[in-house]
């Protein structure tokens, strides 16, 4: 708090100097200036209040003697009024400066005359009175023009000759000039989030002219991005889409808004993801491939900074999912190739990839597990494929489609297929695309054993918890596995117990044995959330699977709470 009180007193006379500038000049320049500096002088206004409120009245005259004159010309000024939050700020300063107990009277007149301030704030606005006049000579028209509904008259006429600008190109005749648009961007910079306002500021960011740069003021993109992404302002996804097509900053801001919501979200819960996702339009938006690629680039970039931790492949798999699904409902036919999305990745590999499962019948499953699995196979061991970007590029891009390694996990358990080789490859692949091929071929024979292991258990009549732990790898009579084999080793444990019909019984129990740290609870309550969320996308019917899910997922919540209740008691 010191801290902002020195802050607050270094740029206090800065800002006093600001307003008394603006309100003595009532030129284009000074009110672009004044459009150009309202977020600073919020933040301003913000932080003055943090100082005032812990003061009381004698001091705040005493530290700041001019604070009044400060305020009046703040109250008068109405491109502040208009801006954002800036008139719910100035109220709270004012209520500062009011002393509900009086003790002589300079304190009453005070009161008084800031309780003139704040009536004057509460009634800038009303359509009867003279503060939008600014805003209608800005706009070229006169005072005597103004009624009740001019500004919403003003708004429609200039959307309608935006559009016609459009649509007129190149005769010059009829087209608004540059110059003008780009002022028009100016003067909506506070008053973005307005609701009269919308329209224009909609017709804004679909014009599209015929200059060689973009005639639109930055701070315009800025300042539509934040309204939109606080969400106090709503607009249709294509001016959105145009937002970010033109604005780059804009869409960086607008995926990394979305990156912090997602990790302040509950950890394993795809369904809060994909929410979280399509709430944020980008998954809607990526139907443009500039927008793809700049979105996926940054997914890419945070995958490798966090070493492809799980809740990162999650959301890159249901971002994915929520793309395709936008993409079906947009193009029935494909407006731009699938080469535009993933340049580096195989063609023919993307296609089959793109499949979702639910179209193809589960008879075919292991059959399309199994050319994926080639495929793959083949572009990362051969080195006559270098041209789709060698293993990573190909890894990252099958976990944008991770679901088929999940079903390729349950098929091993479920199926008695001669394909188990290639599926297995598959996995341990997908888990470690670093691996070369010999320590991958290492995997697959660890991972072969406990297959046939849990195959000989799935016929078994009876099933002890303590033979599963042994599959697990967590057995204190042998060394224990690499952590690759282990990990995998618990996801084909799992899919087990959630379809042998023995393994209902035992899986709480089992589950206490191979999860002794919290890591490996989160890694199971993230396969059994992951496991629902794709059952229920492939509508698939398992009630007794489903149901052992639901309540082993609910145990599981239930005892990680438990813990942490208990951590926090002194």
């Known amino acids: 708090m010191a801290q902002d009180s020195v802050d607050f007193s270094s740029h206090y006379q800065f800002w006093m100097q600001k307003l008394s500038v603006w309100e003595h000049a009532s030129t284009l320049e000074t009110q672009q200036d004044t459009c150009l500096h309202l977020p600073r002088f919020q933040e301003f206004l913000r932080q003055m209040y943090e100082v005032l409120k812990e003061l009381n009245l004698s001091t705040i005259i005493e530290r700041f003697p001019t604070i009044g004159q400060l305020l009046a010309k703040t109250c008068w000024n109405p491109f502040i009024l208009a801006f954002d939050e800036s008139q ?14 009086p003790q ?10 800031t309780r003139g301030l704040l009536s004057q704030i509460l009634s800038a606005f009303r359509f009867d009175t003279k503060e939008v006049d600014l805003f209608i000579q800005s706009l070229g028209y006169t005072p005597e023009d103004y009624c009740p509904g001019l500004l919403k008259n003003m708004v429609l006429s200039l959307v309608s000759e935006l559009r016609e600008n459009h649509l007129n190109g190149f005769n010059t005749q009829r087209r608004m000039v540059p110059e003008k648009i780009r002022f028009l961007s100016r ?37 539509v991005n934040e309204a939109f992404l606080l969400k106090k302002i709503s607009l249709p996804t294509s001016a959105v889409v145009c937002l970010w097509l033109r604005h780059l900053p804009s869409l960086e801001k607008a995926t990394l808004h979305l990156f912090e ?29 500039a927008i793809f690629r700049i979105v996926d680039e940054m997914f890419r970039y945070v995958l490798l900074e966090t070493d492809g931790a799980p809740e990162v492949l999650a959301a890159i798999q249901v971002f994915t999912q929520c793309f395709v699904e936008a993409l079906e409902k947009k193009n029935k036919q494909l407006k731009f190739t699938l080469k535009t999305y993933f340049p580096y990745a195989s063609p023919s590999l993307v296609m089959v990839l793109l499949q979702h499962p639910k179209e193809i019948p589960q008879e075919l499953w292991l059959q399309t597990l199994k050319h994926i699995s080639e495929m793959l196979r083949e572009i990362v061991e051969d080195q006559t494929h270098r041209s789709y970007g060698g293993p990573f590029e190909c890894w990252f891009l099958f976990i944008h489609f991770g679901g088929w390694a999940d079903i390729a996990a349950e098929q091993l358990v479920m199926s008695e297929t001669e394909s188990s080789e290639a599926l297995l490859w598959l996995l341990a692949f997908s888990y470690s695309p670093r691996d070369g091929s010999l320590q991958r071929a290492q995997t697959m024979v660890e991972l072969k054993a406990v297959l046939i292991h849990l195959k000989k258990l799935f016929r078994s009549p009876t099933l002890s918890a303590k033979d599963l732990q042994a599959v697990a ?38 589950i206490t044995l191979v999860a002794p740290t919290d890591e490996i609870t989160h890694e199971i309550i993230g396969f059994l959330d992951q496991t629902l969320y794709r059952w229920d996308h492939l509508c698939e019917e398992a009630p007794r699977s489903r149901k052992l899910a639901r309540e082993l997922l609910a145990e599981l919540h239930a005892s990680s709470t438990s813990q942490l209740k208990v951590a926090w008691i002194p």
């Open 261 to 289: 919501k997602l990790i302040s979200s509950e950890r394993n819960f795809l369904r809060r993801i994909e929410y979280f996702l399509k709430d944020s339009l980008l998954p809607e938006a990526a139907c443009h491939p």
């Open 104 to 113: 002589n009277s300079e304190e009453s007149k005070l009161n008084s005359w």
């Open 473 to 510: 790898a967590e057995s204190p009579d042998r060394d224990p596995r690499p952590a690759l084999c282990q990990q995998l080793s618990r996801r084909l444990l799992l899919n087990f117990l959630l379809w042998a019909p023995g393994g209902h019984a035992i899986a709480w129990e089992v």
């Open 187 to 223: 003067i909506c910079i506070p008053l973005v989030t307005l609701p009269d306002i919308e329209p224009l500021v909609e017709a804004l960011l679909t014009y599209h002219g015929h200059e060689t740069q973009e005639v639109l003021w930055p701070e315009f993109f800025d300042a």
């Open 88 to 101: 719910k700020i100035l109220i709270w300063c004012l209520c500062c400066l009011i002393n509900k107990e």
